[in-house]
């Protein structure tokens, strides 16, 4: 079966220091790869999208980075972190009829 | 681009009542998912509908497509504390769309249930 693996589940960090959240997935190849921010109890906005390795594009114009370095993980990056890149942050994956999401991460940027 | 409009965003029920959640936009959508999500997780996949008109019931739930695929209803009939929730609508583009592959989410209903 397939499965989805999101970590770390909680961060917290200092303005202006970098970034990396790592998934994972399991059980399928070649799948659609999304990274999603959510505001609290709200909907889901887009970052970064993957059909492929090395293939990302990007939704939001912003402070944030992805990149797929194997089928099967996808990255999400910062240099630098600002006050406004808290939020929550959920890796998907799709075959086309709905999402997986991954457990998310709570960023805090302090 | 393609907008979701969820109503209503909060709903607080006592146990044993019924309730509607509407998931609307102007645009067509080839699919339409909700998903139901809990505090500190990610959302879960309840439903995937997919031709116009189209309904299904899982237990307590039943979820209508609309005719046009523009919109569609989540019915929870008895609804019970375990139904608490955020629950989410989004729909998948167009396969000739420009966003295929990118599917849009509503804002979400917040869902309280009472004992």
């Known amino acids: 079966s397939q499965t989805i693996h999101q970590w770390p589940a909680t961060l917290v960090q200092p303005v202006g220091s970098p970034l990396s959240l790592e998934c994972t997935v399991e059980?399928?190849?070649?799948?659609?790869l999304y990274w999603y921010r959510q505001a609290a109890g709200r909907g889901l906005q887009l970052l970064f999208y993957?059909?492929?390795?090395?293939?990302i594009s990007s939704e939001v114009p912003q402070n944030l980075s992805a990149s797929r370095p194997q089928d099967r993980q996808f990255i999400l990056s910062s240099k630098k972190l600002l006050l406004s890149d808290s939020g929550f942050y959920l890796c998907?994956?799709?075959?086309?009829?709905?999402?997986?999401f991954g457990s998310g991460t709570r960023l805090t940027v302090v | 681009t393609q907008l979701l409009e969820q109503s209503p965003q909060f709903l607080s029920i006592q146990e044993g009542e019924n309730l509607t959640v509407y998931c609307n936009s102007s645009?067509?959508?080839?699919?339409l998912q909700w998903y139901r999500q809990e505090p500190g997780e990610g959302p879960v996949l309840l439903v995937t509908?997919?031709?116009?008109?189209e309904v299904k019931k899982l237990k307590r739930l039943t979820f209508q497509f609309g005719d046009a695929r523009k919109d569609s209803s989540l019915h929870i009939t008895a609804a019970q504390p375990g139904d608490t929730g955020l629950y989410l609508c989004?729909?998948?583009?167009?396969?000739?769309?420009?966003?295929?592959?990118?599917?849009?989410f509503g804002d979400g209903t917040t869902l309280t249930v009472k004992p």
């Open positions: 509908v997919v031709t116009g008109g």
């Open positions: 989004a729909g998948a583009p167009l396969p000739y769309n420009t966003n295929a592959g990118k599917s849009t």
């Open positions: 059980g399928t190849s070649n799948p659609n």
């Open positions: 645009s067509v959508f080839s699919s």
């Open positions: 993957s059909v492929g390795i090395g293939q």
């Open positions: 998907a994956w799709s075959e086309g009829n709905g999402y997986t």
